[in-house]
């Protein structure tokens, strides 16, 4: 297995310096600083759970740029709401005002005997 001079140089260079702890050690990227801070993720888990919830995406863009000043992307946003703290925005579907209260109920417990099989 042959490795270039140049990486072999290096290696030596490491265990020169701090021995076979620091040849060993892997070392990790601090990458970038996170867009959204802890207490906007704790507000906004808070916010999603409550039964209000958003309408929207962009009602949550807006709602961060309102109560925490956070100029924060749709794209962004909806990666965090969906993947990270894995909510779906809680907003009931719209029922008609004329429907049947006791027909919807009787539709429920017949559909439930369909269910279970």
């Known amino acids: 297995m042959a490795k270039d001079t140049s990486t072999v140089t290096r290696w030596l260079q490491k265990y020169r310096s701090g021995g076979l702890y620091e040849l060993l050690s892997i070392k ?12 906007a993720i704790a507000a906004l888990k808070e916010e999603l759970t409550t039964g209000k919830g958003f309408s929207s995406y962009g009602a949550i863009v807006e ?5 925490h000043g956070l100029n924060i992307e749709y794209a962004t ?6 993947y ?10 719209p029922q008609s005002q004329k429907q049947d209260e006791k027909l919807v109920s009787e539709f429920k417990k017949n559909s439930e005997s369909f269910l279970i099989v």
């Open 84 to 93: 990270r703290l894995r909510a779906k925005l809680k907003v009931p579907r």
């Open 28 to 39: 990790k990227a601090p990458g970038a600083e996170r867009k959204i801070h802890d207490a």
């Open 77 to 82: 946003v909806y990666a965090w709401v969906r």
């Open 63 to 67: 709602w961060l740029k309102l109560e």
